[in-house]
């Protein structure tokens, strides 16, 4: 299929840190796949990292660099893919304000992405509007793009919810179907958690895994990882389900039957935990040192990187303008 009848892909990471392996089996390994197959945009979300770490620009700001190059290092090719900065894409700012008339106030508090958050996040009484308008920002990224396919996180399915409803609403005010639903495209591996045994990898946690760690690093994190905490000897059958050990193997050992061998041997007795550590350090080891030397390289060059976002930004630009434009006359809106 020529490149420009593809499907349309739109994805992204708020910029507030150097991603890890969570987002590598979740999202990082299956762009590299999508991009061959897909017109596939990734947004660099520092407007939307905002609206839930306003007291830190200065953390936004200095991940949005962290976060191209770790694109860059895993494989996201800029001639395949398109990396946009969301701040330097001002029709999506426009396109956001304008979706905030066709939603309620109440349907975004009714949000249960929006309502999680509220609540890991702290927020009480005092959600940042910015943050309880998000769904409706998000919205206006996925449209701007005429975007159909949203690879994301299950816990984000419920805005690709409200992007539809978004999109009905507005199809139905301009009288055509101008902007296109979206799907949500899950990953079907699970979210993968963090070396504590806690659900979710992440840095703020610190039981992340960073794209850039060191082979040492690697080693400790396996270390510590979380396993049976029953099993005490190496003699004692094992617990393989919620031993993250295990989980890690299934998410990243290519060897599947070697790993259900190993599983069958821990629950009978007889396999210990160093031997598992080991087995799955030397497996993190080979996944992280090639992104981690091409990270290094591609830190070295900050200006390739910067060539690399200005000529992104261009492109985002021109199809998020014409979107706008294509919107703002469908309204039927004063024009000068
Ligand atoms: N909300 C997404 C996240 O938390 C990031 C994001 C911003 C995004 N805009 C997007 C994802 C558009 C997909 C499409 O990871």
New binding site residues.
């Given amino acids: 299929m020529p490149p420009s009848s593809r499907p349309v892909i ?5 910029t507030t840190g150097a991603l890890h392996l969570g987002h590598y089996v979740g999202s990082l390994r299956n762009r590299v796949e999508l991009q061959h197959t897909h017109q596939q945009y990734v ?1 660099l ?1 520092d407007s ?1 990292a905002l609206t839930d770490n306003a007291d830190d620009p200065g953390k936004v700001r200095r991940s949005v660099l962290e976060v191209a190059t770790d694109y860059l290092a895993v494989g996201i090719d800029p001639s395949l893919s398109t990396i946009c900065l ?1 701040s330097a894409l001002p029709a999506l700012a426009e396109l956001t304000l304008l979706y905030l008339n066709f939603v309620s106030v109440a349907r975004l508090k009714r949000n249960p992405t929006i309502k999680d958050e509220i609540k890991v996040r702290g927020f009480g009484r005092d959600i940042p509007a910015g943050f309880l308008c ?1 769904p409706a ?2 919205a206006a ?2 449209t701007a793009f005429k ?1 159909t396919v ?4 299950e816990d ?1 399915a419920p ?1 690709i919810e409200q992007t539809n409803e978004l999109v009905r609403r507005l199809n139905r005010q301009i009288g055509r179907a101008l902007l296109p639903e979206a799907k949500a495209l899950i990953p079907t591996t699970g979210r993968l958690p963090g070396v504590d045994g806690k659900a979710k990898m992440s840095k703020s946690q610190g039981n992340a895994i960073p794209l850039s760690a060191s082979n040492a690093e690697i080693a400790a994190a396996a270390q510590r990882m979380y396993t049976d905490p029953n099993h005490l000897r190496v003699s004692d059958p094992g617990q393989v389900e919620g031993n993250v050990v295990f989980t890690y193997l299934d998410a990243f050992d290519p060897d599947a039957e070697a790993v259900a061998e190993l599983k069958a041997d821990y629950r009978r007795g007889g396999l210990g935990d160093m031997a598992l550590k080991r087995r799955l350090t030397g497996i993190l080891q080979a996944i992280v040192a090639p992104i981690r030397d091409r990270r290094s390289e591609l830190a070295a060059d900050p200006d390739t990187i910067m060539d690399i976002l200005r000529a992104g930004a261009e492109k985002g630009r021109q199809v998020t303008e014409r979107t706008k434009a294509e919107i703002i006359d469908g309204l039927n809106l004063f024009q000068l």
């Fill in positions: 739109l994805t992204g990471d708020r947004l979300a939307q969301q998000y920002a998000q990224d996925i975007a949203v690879p994301v996180g984000q805005i």
